[in-house]
């Protein structure tokens, strides 16, 4: 049974939006929103926006649909690329961004979600730069070429290594590291291809900024359940 909740009422409004809209202008695409109105209560109840409207036994269908529906799509991606790849259609590579992008987004909640946040930051940076090198490896293998245009990818290896160390001079250089690529990128046209590159890269390298400047919560929510009382046997039976 939903639960007639803020959250509820919120998706409602999405859903009929997204119908009057496509009443009006007869355009499919806006029927794209009725996702947003499905997958809202499971998204902020991951971010931890609106937890309180989600009991543990919700949270844990979540945790378990989610991952499956995530396999199924990286799975479809995976054959829908081989197929258009087969066929000659360069439309493959829209879903290798597509394939790319869930894997990074995943693996960076994966990390950031600790709440280490200082080691989060430095382990995004690294990470970052490692995949920058394997993509100029990719290109130039090698090489001079390919070693003179790894050394940015090394840098930025370097600097995520030193965040540990200081992690707020850090935060500040990989914020004007990224403005830098994000100009460098764009620079070379607003294509599809660009702009991925732009989101795998910089805002990756964002989010490592703000972790390297906020306080680590990793060992203050340890404490704090150390220190919730068990639950007792007769109520975890009823």
């Known amino acids: 049974m939903r639960k007639k909740d803020p959250i509820f009422w919120v998706a409602t409004g999405i859903f009929l939006v997204a119908i009057v809209i496509y009443a009006t202008t007869r355009d499919q695409r806006w029927l794209f929103l009725m996702i947003a109105s499905y997958l809202l209560r499971p998204t902020l109840a991951s971010l931890g926006v609106a937890r309180q409207y989600v009991d543990e036994r919700q949270m844990s269908i979540h945790y378990r649909?989610?991952?499956?529906?995530?396999?199924?799509?990286?799975?479809?991606?995976?054959?829908?690329?081989?197929?258009?790849?087969?066929?000659?259609d360069h439309s493959w590579e829209l879903f290798n961004i597509v394939i790319i992008l869930g894997l990074a987004s995943k693996a960076l909640f994966n990390v950031v979600l600790v709440k280490n946040y200082r080691e989060a930051g430095s382990r995004i940076i690294m990470a970052v730069g490692l995949l920058m090198l394997l993509f100029v490896a990719m290109e130039n293998g090698a090489t001079i070429g390919g070693l003179v245009e790894s050394s940015p990818s090394l840098l930025i290896v370097g600097i995520g290594w030193l965040a540990r160390k200081f992690p707020k001079t850090i935060g500040s250089i990989v914020f004007a590291v990224t403005a830098i690529l994000l100009f460098v990128i764009l620079r070379r046209g607003l294509t599809l291809g660009q702009i991925a590159t732009a989101l795998m890269i910089c805002v990756p390298l964002i989010l490592a900024g703000a972790c390297l400047f906020a306080p680590d919560r990793s060992h203050a929510d340890s404490r704090a359940d150390a220190a919730r009382p068990a639950p007792s046997p007769l109520t975890t039976h009823t």
């Not at 995530?70 to 197929?83: G, N, Q």
């Open 65 to 88: 649909s989610g991952n499956i529906a995530f396999a199924v799509m990286i799975v479809a991606s995976v054959v829908l690329a081989v197929v258009q790849s087969s066929k000659g």
